[in-house]
């Protein structure tokens, strides 16, 4: 079983990928997880012990299939030389920007998502020219294990290499003095990953959590905000780090919103949550709230504000309800708390939008929907503050995985030059007139 280290030492030291290769290696990815997709399901209902195809179709397989053909197509364009202007003291002279492949990128992928959040930050790094390792997580192994024949059959070990191991070699991985580390995952390990790090000052993109809040305003319609909250909050039974996590009601009572949210029909329950260590932590949550039981195997969840319901991430299919008595309070309470990567607006009229956007700080503002914008190939994706830093997604990604290199081609001469040592009375007295200062 290849460690950490051997990993790196496989991928180090080797050219960057030019345009073409990167493109022939994103067709590949998006033909081989096509290829694969129904044993891609298989593997993730296997180790939630129940998980929708229809989701693992379209959340771990589509959305990577769909970016690495959109990187496809534009890597060209992003990976041109960007001319920039040269100050005229300069000229002549030609100044402009390279994109150059940061090295090797590794990747600490979590269990929620185990394909698309292994994949989705490998294929910006190869559209970028780089080559991956991906440590999956413990708590999918069968993903684990098809995702590394997956990127065996598209990429190679030359390319990339995927790490099986449990939480200790997820530490060592975190240790190694990558080009450029990923951690997806919550927001105490994604601190430890970025401690780890920095020994070796290597940058990090961190992509965690936070408690998204769902806003329903006064001009909402409640049968609708319930629906649309419902159906992201059902979404592989709300272990989603952009999951609706608490509804923040303005304008409207708990019970007109639990009468709303019992008339929607979600069907049944598709998705487990992934083990007992995470039921037994929601249980454990959820002690001393109200519970009001909904369809889909979704629960509401109501609790005195300083329940731990209120102030810890839920990740699973309770979704805590509370009532404001007005919008400065509901913002205030997004505020307090830690950045999240979401923010979900109902009802907002276009002031109340401003006003949010204003006063609150997130990763994303998202009107009338929950969820989906994650989806958005053209969107960067990230968080802010505690919800993370760095961002992924088509150019966005890109650029977060080069380094923009500056280069400058000099002329024979230029006006700067006039300024040279040994200096004259005369260029010291231009020095004072540039400035701004009287004449000496």
């Known amino acids: 079983m290849t460690s950490p280290a051997e990993a790196l030492a496989a991928l180090a030291g080797r050219p960057a990928l030019p345009v073409e290769e990167r493109r022939r290696l994103l067709a590949a990815l998006a033909d081989e997880l096509r290829r694969r997709a129904l044993d891609c399901a298989a593997a993730a209902a296997a180790d939630f012990g129940r998980r929708s195809e229809t989701e693992t179709l379209l959340a771990d397989v589509l959305i990577v299939i769909d970016a690495a053909r959109y990187a496809r197509r534009r890597v060209r364009r992003w990976a041109r030389w960007r001319g920039c202007r040269v100050p005229y003291p300069f000229w002549p002279a030609r100044a402009w920007l390279e994109p150059v492949p940061k090295g090797v990128v590794g990747i600490m992928a979590p269990w929620n998502y185990p394909f698309q959040l292994a994949l989705m930050p490998a294929v910006d790094a190869i559209a970028a020219g780089n080559r991956v390792a991906i440590k999956p997580s413990e708590h999918t192994p069968r993903c684990a294990g098809l995702l590394a024949e997956i990127i065996a059959a598209a990429w190679g070990p030359e390319i990339a290499q995927v790490v099986i191991g449990d939480a200790a070699v997820a530490v060592e991985f975190a240790a190694q003095p990558w080009d450029h580390l990923v951690f997806t995952g919550g927001t105490a390990a994604g601190r430890r990953v970025a401690v780890a790090a920095a020994a070796h000052l290597t940058p990090v993109t961190l992509e965690l959590g936070g408690k998204c809040p769902a806003l329903v305003l006064p001009r909402a319609d409640l049968a609708r905000a319930a629906r649309q909250i419902l159906l992201a909050k059902k979404v592989n039974a709300g272990q989603t780090c952009v999951a609706p996590d608490t509804v923040l009601l303005v304008g409207h009572s708990a019970e007109a919103f639990r009468s709303a949210a019992r008339a929607v ?176």
């Not at 929907?369 to 088509?394: I, K, M, Q």
């Open 265 to 440: 029909d979600l069907g049944p329950a598709e998705t487990a949550v992934i083990n007992a260590l995470q039921q037994a932590r929601l249980d454990r949550l959820a002690e001393g709230a109200r519970l009001t039981p909904l369809s889909g195997g979704l629960a509401l969840a109501e609790a005195p504000p300083d329940h731990p319901l209120h102030h810890e991430e839920i990740f699973g299919p309770l979704l805590a309800l509370r009532a404001c008595a007005d919008l400065a309070e509901a913002i205030d309470i997004i505020a307090r708390g830690p950045a999240p990567l979401a923010v979900y607006l109902f009802g907002a009229t276009e002031e109340e939008e401003a006003e949010v956007a204003e006063r609150t700080k997130s990763g994303a503002l998202v009107i009338g929907r929950a969820v989906e914008y994650a989806g958005f190939h053209t969107l960067p994706f990230g968080g802010v503050g505690a919800s993370g830093h760095g961002r992924r997604n088509a150019e966005a990604g890109f650029l977060e995985f080069s380094h923009l290199r500056a280069r400058v081609r000099h002329g024979p001469f230029s006006l700067s030059r006039l300024f040279d040592p040994p200096r004259s009375d005369w260029a010291r007295r231009l020095t004072r007139r540039l400035v701004g200062l009287p004449p000496r």
